[in-house]
Nanobody, 121 residues
Framework: QVQLVESGGGLVQAGGSLRLSCTAS????????MGWFRQAPGKEREFVAA????????VYSDSTKNRFAISRDNAKNTMYLQMNSLKPEDTAVYYC??????????????WGRGTQVTVSS
């Protein structure tokens, strides 16, 4: 069973930064693409960013591109999301996900429980 644990969420003012972390319980972390989704109150869950197994390719949503940066450290079984220039509309629960392959071309198969990010205006 794969467990994904997010951390690093919190309350920040608009324009500030946060770094989220996601640690996986499995030694096969490096063999799979990983990503982040988020869900704001009253809204559907939406894609944020994803990264291939080796970190060689990344993709972002239009709303986070140029502000957020996804990365991973396979030696630590950990993925990161550096969030800069945060806006109130970034307020959401952020979920770590793992895909079923080395690339992110299918739906995620494992989800973490999420970490709350709140951006005040």
């Amino acid at each position: 069973q794969v467990q994904l644990v997010e951390s690093g969420g919190g309350l920040v003012q608009a324009g500030g930064s946060l770094r989220l972390s996601c640690t996986a319980s499995t030694r096969t972390f490096s063999g799979y693409a990983m990503g982040w989704f988020r869900q704001a109150p009253g809204k559907e869950r939406e894609f944020v960013a994803a990264i291939t197994w080796d970190g060689g390719n990344t993709v972002y949503s239009d709303s986070t591109k140029n502000r957020f940066a996804i990365s991973r450290d396979n030696a630590k079984n950990t993925m990161y999301l550096q969030m800069n220039s945060l806006k109130p509309e970034d307020t959401a629960v952020y979920y770590c996900v793992r895909y079923s392959d080395i690339y992110y071309n299918a739906d995620p198969v494992y989800w973490g429980r999420g970490t709350q990010v709140t951006v005040s205006s």
